[in-house]
């Protein structure tokens, strides 16, 4: 389907976890770079996670050591196992491609909520 759908989210306590997935259509998992992203209150959205089609990973520094992201490319879906979450981590994120045109869709998001 040509709709990007996120899923997984939730309120945890700090130092708890969550995984998150993502499914999106096969053309998105066979020729891209895909990437978690997340967008809090007042702030811009960043790319916090990628993972190539080869299954190569990238991780911004502040999920770094605590995020995890992996993709099954035979079911088009992606993860994003997060450990030890932080008040820091709240945000709705988002998945898509590394590299983005203005047009290209976005989901609805998952909320990540981490407060005590």
């Known amino acids: 389907q040509a709709q990007l759908v996120e899923s997984g989210g939730g309120l945890v306590q700090p130092g708890g976890s969550l995984r998150l997935t993502c499914t999106a259509s096969g053309a998105f998992f066979r020729y891209n770079t895909m990437g978690w992203y997340r967008q809090a209150p007042g702030k811009e959205r960043e790319l916090v996670a990628t993972?190539?089609?080869?299954?190569?990973?990238n991780y911004d520094n502040s999920v770094k050591g605590r995020f995890t992201i992996s993709r099954n490319n035979a079911d088009n879906t992606m993860n994003l196992q997060m450990n030890n979450l932080k008040p820091e981590d709240t945000a709705v994120y988002f998945c898509?491609?590394?590299?983005?045109?203005?047009?290209?869709?976005w989901g609805q998001g998952t909320q990540v909520t981490v407060s005590s």
């Open positions: 993972i190539s089609v080869a299954g190569k990973t």
């Open positions: 898509n491609k590394e590299h983005l045109w203005r047009g290209d869709p």
